[in-house]
């Protein structure tokens, strides 16, 4: 589980904005971005080349 301290701190690297955890806890949203960014091993991925649409994860 990410911890609350460092989800405050964190910011999509593409646009600066705020992020959130998604429904089933694996990734981080940007809503501005429409950008879902991974978690593995606890470890947020910030890497905008891995980031996955969000349109794409809800289909």
């Known amino acids: 589980m990410i911890n609350k301290e460092l989800l405050d701190i964190l910011a999509c690297p593409k ?3 705020p992020i959130k955890l998604n429904e089933s ?3 981080l949203v940007c809503e501005k971005c429409r950008l879902v960014y991974a978690i ?16 794409e994860q809800e289909k």
């Not at 593995?40 to 349109?55: H, N, Q, T, W």
């Open 40 to 55: 593995r091993d606890d470890i947020p991925v910030m890497l905008i080349d891995e980031a996955k649409s969000l349109d």
């Open 25 to 27: 806890v694996d990734g």
């Open 15 to 17: 646009c600066k904005g």
